[in-house]
T-cell receptor, first 110, second 112 residues
Framework: QKEVEQNSGPLSVPEGAIASLNCTYS??????FFWYRQYSGKSPELIMS????GDKEDGRFTAQLNKASQYVSLLIRDSQPSDSATYLC??????????FGTGTRLTIIP | ETGVTQTPRHLVMGMTNKKSLKCEQH?????MYWYKQSAKKPLELMFV???????ENNSVPSRFSPECPNSSHLFLHLHTLQPEDSALYLC???????????FGSGTRLTVV
């Protein structure tokens, strides 16, 4: 069974600090990885995608991929209260769909 | 709006009713999906359509019936639902090439 695993949290981070979210996956052939943000009662919103080893930066967000260790992480710098949400990690195992983790609930404390 | 439109946004239905959820995308995406998300639970994949053909039915009860008349539209027909079917129903679409999904805003369904 191909799986994506995340710590469900909650993860509490002080405002202005770096929030670090982690995700591991089970299938070495995965090529594409995604981070979604979901506010309570809303639909998931794609915030980052990463396809190759290393770091990818977009504003305050950095995605990191290590295929040898099979993990993906998302760093949020200068955390803001508006970053409080559930963050979903997803992987493409090449079977027409994305496989999602259970999500990590992040709370930014003012 | 994300480019994937779902209607209605909210739906309350009795257990004997028949209703339909609609999803529409004009992003040129080739695959469309229905997901169920219950309170404080992860996303549950229900159906996958690729190029208008159903490629996956994830052991969904027959009281949920999908329809994909063309690559831009996806429906979920509902009949004789149970209260435990109350959830947020999400439609998503995806282009070819290994990109991520675009989700619609969802339909909040309450079965009474």
């Amino acid at each position: 069974q191909k799986e994506v695993e995340q710590n469900s949290g909650p993860l509490s981070v002080p405002e202005g600090a770096i929030a670090s979210l982690n995700c591991t996956y089970s299938d070495r052939v995965s090529q594409s990885f995604f981070w979604y943000r979901q506010y309570s009662g809303k639909s998931p919103e794609l915030i980052m995608s990463i396809y190759s080893n290393g770091d990818k930066e977009d504003g305050r967000f950095t995605a990191q991929l290590n295929k040898a260790s099979q993990y993906v992480s998302l760093l949020i710098r200068d955390s803001q209260p508006s970053d409080s949400a559930t963050y979903l990690c997803a992987a493409d195992f090449g079977n027409e769909k994305l496989t999602f983790g259970t999500g990590t609930r992040l709370t930014i404390i003012p | 709006e994300t480019g994937v439109t779902q209607t209605p946004r909210h739906l309350v239905m009795g257990m004997t009713n028949k209703k339909s959820l609609k999803c529409e995308q004009h992003l040129g995406h080739n695959a469309m999906y229905w997901y169920k998300q219950s309170a404080k639970k992860p996303l549950e994949l229900m159906f996958v359509y690729s190029l208008e053909e159903r490629v996956e039915n994830n052991s969904v009860p027959s009281r949920f019936s999908p329809e994909c008349p063309n690559s831009s539209h996806l429906f979920l027909h509902l009949h004789t639902l149970q209260p435990e079917d109350s959830a947020l129903y999400l439609c998503a679409s995806r282009p070819t090439g290994g990109y991520g999904y675009t989700f619609g805003s969802g339909t909040r369904l309450t079965v009474v």
